[in-house]
Nanobody, 127 residues
Framework: QVQLVESGGGLVQAGDSLRLSCAAP????????MGWFRQAPGKEREFVAA????????DHADSLKGRFTISRDNAKNTIYLQMNSLKPEDTALYYC????????????????????WGQGTQVTVSS
């Protein structure tokens, strides 16, 4: 069992930056591919980014490349999502997830590629 705890969300203005964190206590964290997803009210959960177990490879949603960056620190059992130039349409509940699909980025956007999910952290961007 992997417990995931997101933090760092909040209310910001358009153009601001925010960094989300996802902590995963336990010795198996470094064996998991980790991902970020988001879900806006009335919309489906969508893929944001994923990173391989060692941080050497990552995948980002095309629409977010250049603004959002995923990273991880296995020594701290934590992954991060740096979000820059935030827009009102980035408003959503952001989730982190853990899966064991390696670096097969053909599945990174699939919800069922992930075995564990956090409870989410809310990001609200005002115009």
């Amino acid at each position: 069992q992997v417990q995931l705890v997101e933090s760092g969300g909040g209310l910001v203005q358009a153009g601001d930056s925010l960094r989300l964190s996802c902590a995963a206590p336990g010795r198996t964290f470094s064996t998991y591919t980790m991902g970020w997803f988001r879900q806006a009210p009335g919309k489906e959960r969508e893929f944001v980014a994923a990173i391989s177990w060692d941080g050497a490879n990552s995948d980002h949603a095309d629409s977010l490349k250049g603004r959002f960056t995923i990273s991880r620190d296995n020594a701290k059992n934590t992954i991060y999502l740096q979000m820059n130039s935030l827009k009102p349409e980035d408003t959503a509940l952001y989730y982190c997830a853990a899966g064991r699909y390696g670096s097969n980025w053909s599945v990174s956007a699939r919800l069922n590629a992930y075995d564990y999910w956090g409870q989410g952290t809310q990001v609200t961007v005002s115009s």
